[in-house]
């Protein structure tokens, strides 16, 4: 692990291990040179030149030469890192734009589409209020309809049980009032022949009174009986006659009347009766 730390600072760009190394391994191998020897032509060629001297000439251009390529590899080396980051951060930069506007989307059509859901929650809320109302309404309507026909068919049976307790009364009524009539005609032909009896009785008629002959009266009565006012309606053509059937009239009373006041006041307040003497001797 210590060996490979230590290449990597070795080589690392930044630092001048590398160009330490080059420059030794390069002073190196001059002086190898030098320490060679060279063919007498080649040596009497570089006479005019000390030896040391050119050695020291090229030991140091070649430190300058290496110390620019250095420089300009670190500059180059710095520059492409430079590029690289800011490659990098360009990158990121967009993936964050990139990020952020997809973000930003995302909410924009979490948003929409959340407006859309309540929007199609209300309406639908909305519809179904609407189809409960609409349902409630018809059941309302529905209800008041059947209560309507019930008490339609309340009333009509009403009106028929009605209709049918009328009918009866009305029998009954007409029954009881035909054996009232039947009842007050049979008190009122009885009282009649009771009155035209006693009437009779109390009659002495002339002797010139023939059997076709009748003679008409008005009798007005009080309930006790008595005759109030007698008058001729229509005369026999004999006043002896008529007088007698007047006298026979206040003869008789008091007269039969009914004990239903009713039928008296109907019948017996004011009537007419016909008499003929029939039984007249000759």
Do not use: C
């Not at 951060?89 to 959340?114: F, G, M, Q, T, V």
């Amino acid at each position: 692990m210590a060996g490979n730390s230590w290449l990597k600072k070795m080589f690392d760009p930044q630092s001048y291990g590398l160009a330490i190394v080059l420059a030794v391994i390069l002073h190196i191998g001059v002086i190898s040179l030098f320490t060679i020897e060279w063919p007498k032509e080649k040596r009497q060629i570089a006479e005019p030149t000390p030896r040391n001297i050119q050695a020291k000439v090229i030991q140091t251009e070649s430190k300058h030469s290496k110390q620019r390529k250095l420089a300009a590899e670190k500059r180059r080396k710095n520059e492409s890192w430079k590029k690289h980051l800011a490659k990098k951060k360009a990158a990121r930069d967009k993936a964050a734009k990139d990020k952020a506007r997809k973000d930003k989307a995302a909410k924009l059509k979490a948003a929409k589409d959340k407006r859309a859901k309540k929007k199609a929650a209300a309406a639908q809320q909305l519809a179904k209020d609407k189809a409960d109302k609409k349902k409630a309404a018809e059941l309302k309507q529905k209800k008041l309809a059947e209560q309507k026909a019930f008490d339609a068919e309340q009333e009509q049976d009403l009106m028929e049980a009605l209709a049918v307790e009328e009918q009866q009364r009305s029998i009954e009524k007409a029954m009881a009032s035909e054996q009232l009539a039947q009842k007050n005609a049979a008190i009122t032909n009885d009282i009649a022949a009771q009155i035209r009896d006693k009437i009779s009785q109390a009659w002495r008629y002339p002797p010139s009174a023939r059997p076709d002959m009748e003679v008409v009266v008005r009798i007005q009565l009080v309930p006790t009986g008595e005759v109030i006012q007698v008058s001729i309606i229509t005369g026999s053509g004999n006043e002896a006659l008529d007088r007698s059937v007047l006298a026979a009239v206040n003869r008789a009373q008091p007269l039969p009347v009914p004990k239903d006041s009713r039928v008296f006041e109907q019948q017996f307040r004011n009537f007419v009766m016909a008499f003929r003497p029939e039984d007249a001797v000759w």
